[in-house]
């Protein structure tokens, strides 16, 4: 059995408990200094929750939770004793880690997304360069546990991984909510027009899973030519909405670099 000591119990964390507090391959442990939150876990979660990390050894698994403005305060008195440290802070790169990590490279960044805390999860992986295939496993496993993961060859690479599934969500709730608030412009009662919307997204991405076709084919077989949707989607070209997501996307992955260096 490996043991996983939590540093900070904000939501990724709770959605990661919630998900591996049954799986006998891992004992969990949690610092967390916030008396309400600390309450909190340890009624949810039936685990040991205290105000710091005991001495971990080589065998341990860290995963540092705590807020990337946070961390270095929050590490500074921390000794990995050569643990495995998992690492979801955005933005603090394996190198600042491990400086204030007394030197590690056995570091795992992980950009994680919020649908982990339903078990729909999708996150980017980085190994530096002292971490086995052991050790991949390891995170993979625990972070297949909320989602599925994808892992990257370039640290540099995760932030497309945050401009793409990192922030994706927002940029789907956002449509989520044009959508919403077209259908109540047009006179759909609120609750009908959240059903409908809802369900069109979960229907669409599911069908696009099942079917593993290329998304443009997918939109090509609901567009008929001088059709309803051909009308909606020459105001989408029109306005060339596609450039703008893509103008999006790139500022996204241009902030997350800009993060990375001020912080780190």
Not at 9 to 20: K, P, V
Request: charged share 15%; proline share 2%.
């Amino acid at each position: 059995m490996k043991n996983i000591y939590f540093l900070g119990g904000g939501n990724m964390c709770a959605a990661l408990l919630s998900r591996l507090k049954n799986n006998g391959d891992f004992a969990l442990f949690v610092a967390e200094q916030n008396e309400e939150r600390q309450a909190f876990l340890r009624q949810a979660f039936d685990i040991t929750v205290e105000n710091a990390l005991p001495a971990l050894t080589a065998d341990d698994i860290l995963l540092l939770a705590v807020k990337p403005q946070d961390m270095q305060n929050a590490l500074q008195s921390v000794q990995t004793n050569g643990a495995l440290v998992l690492s979801i802070a955005a933005g603090l790169s394996c190198g600042t880690l491990s400086g204030w990590l007394n030197g590690t490279r056995r570091i795992v960044r992980i950009m994680p997304n919020t649908p982990a805390q339903i078990g729909m999860g999708m996150a980017g992986l980085f190994a530096d360069t002292a971490v086995s295939a052991d050790d991949k496993s390891l995170a993979q496993t625990i972070m297949n546990a909320v989602g599925k993961t994808v892992w990257v060859a370039n640290e540099d690479d995760l932030h497309t991984i945050t401009a793409i599934s990192g922030s994706g969500p927002a940029y789907v709730f956002y449509l989520m909510n044009a959508l919403f608030q077209a259908a109540c412009d047009l006179g759909m009662p609120q609750d009908k027009a959240r059903q409908s919307v809802l369900q069109t997204f979960i229907g669409s991405a599911q069908l696009a899973e099942q079917s593993g076709e290329d998304f443009g084919e997918l939109q090509r077989k609901v567009t008929s030519k001088g059709g309803t949707t051909a009308a909606a989607l020459a105001v989408f070209e029109n306005a060339q909405t596609d450039k703008i997501i893509q103008q999006a996307v790139m500022a996204c992955q241009n902030r997350s670099i800009e993060m990375g260096k001020q912080m780190g």
